[in-house]
């Protein structure tokens, strides 16, 4: 009886860390992706500031 439920608990671990990965890699990619629209967004207000200094020069 022991050994069938040691069995089953390693099953529901097993399941539970491959969601943990996947939720990981989930995770990873969507901060890649938010990284970029940042950086995106920062260059497009350098380039705004660059063209603002050179109409005021």
Do not use: C, F, P
Not at 31 to 57: F, M, P
């Amino acid at each position: 009886m022991k050994r069938k439920n040691n069995k089953s608990q390693n099953e529901a671990l097993e399941k539970n860390y491959q969601a943990g990965e996947e939720n990981q890699t989930t995770a990873s990619e969507g901060l890649a992706v938010v990284h970029e629209q940042v950086s995106d967004v920062y260059n497009e207000g350098t380039i705004d500031q660059e063209k603002d200094r050179e109409r005021n020069d």
